[in-house]
């Protein structure tokens, strides 16, 4: 009993690495046959004996029977909406107006915007406890069952943190196409595009069905986050990286107006060679004091803005 404790720790521990390195870093250490043979191990194991079993054992992603409804959930920190803009001018107006809020020079940090479903994800002592939707911003729908099936999801966190993120889900194209082929196949209605079928695939009540989707997430905010003292976003993006959480590659600090535009012009042309849908870019101010001092409007803040790529017409890839 003590040994098999052990033996189950060690491949629960080496396995959630192999998945951290493969579904967040897009950088296995090991072939695939080498994690499918020890996830085998480790459930020959969980099964002679189950009174081992954790929540956040790799064998555990995927639940059992589907839920009857979502239960409701109240977000502490409101979940927000962004305010648009649409051109330059609408970013310069955005640039001058924080810069107006506060008396520092402001500098800001810009990030691809994913179309895809906002979420919330909390920890608890480095455990993935709970996850919701945005909901209407202040209520959104547990998820958690669907929400453990996404891979690049930690189970487990590298410190014993209490904490609660926000992000992305979404739908990679490659994903999208063969999810669409497939209901086709099947004489089903296909999805209109990425976002739909992410908010489908999340928004049904059965974990196996979210467990086929190949739906990813890119974590970009911080709802709570006890006894940090970070001062910034961009250190919030590393501290979470470092944390195991998958955070989109893109996002860059930029110390001037000039710069954000330079950034929203690469991504303009860039955007069509991303693997996912991004339906435009957002720009925060990237000190965490100068965050407060902006505040909000009554459901936006003040200290962040979405430039929208106009639209286009349905480019089913
Ligand atoms: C609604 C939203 C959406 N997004 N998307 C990114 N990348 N960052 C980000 N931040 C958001 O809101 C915070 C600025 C509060």
Not at 191 to 200: I, L
Not at 264 to 277: I, Q
Not at 287 to 308: F, M
Request: hydrophobic share 35%; net charge negative.
């Amino acid at each position: 009993q003590q040994q098999a404790q052990k033996e189950i720790e060690a491949l629960r521990e080496v396995l959630n690495q192999y998945g951290y390195e493969y579904y967040v870093l897009d950088k296995p250490s090991v072939p695939d046959v080498e994690y499918d043979q020890k996830l085998q191990e480790l459930r020959k194991l969980e099964e002679e004996f189950p009174e081992l079993v954790t929540q956040d054992s790799p064998t555990q992603r995927v639940g059992g029977e589907p839920l009857e409804a979502f239960q409701k959930v109240e977000h502490k920190v409101p979940m927000l909406s962004l305010g648009n803009a649409f051109n330059e001018q609408d970013l310069r107006d955005f640039a001058k107006r924080a810069a107006q809020g506060t008396d520092e020079p402001v500098s800001f940090v810009c990030e691809l915007k994913i179309d895809g479903l906002a979420i919330s994800l909390t920890y608890e002592n480095g455990k993935f406890i709970l996850g919701s939707t945005r909901g209407d911003g202040s209520i959104g729908e547990n998820i958690t069952s669907n929400l453990r099936t996404i891979r690049s999801i930690p189970l487990t966190i590298k410190e014993k943190e209490n904490l609660e993120v926000r992000g992305e889900a979404y739908m990679p194209h490659k994903s999208f196409l063969a999810l669409n082929e497939a209901r086709e196949e099947k004489e089903e209605e296909p999805f209109a595009n990425p976002r739909n079928a992410a908010a489908g695939s999340l928004r049904q009540l059965d974990p196996k069905i979210a467990a086929k989707r190949n739906l990813d997430i890119f974590l970009y905010g911080v709802g709570e986050w006890n006894n940090s003292n970070l001062t910034s976003h961009s250190d919030r993006l590393e501290a979470l990286s470092k944390l195991g959480f998958k955070t989109n590659p893109e996002w860059r600090k930029c110390e001037t107006i000039e710069e954000v535009l330079e950034y929203v012009e690469y991504w303009t042309n860039e955007r069509p060679h991303l693997s996912y849908e991004i339906d435009g870019i957002v720009v925060k101010v990237d000190n965490l004091d100068q965050q407060e001092e902006l505040g909000y409007t009554a459901k936006s803040p003040r200290w962040a803005i979405a430039y929208k790529f106009p639209a286009e017409e349905a480019v089913t890839r």
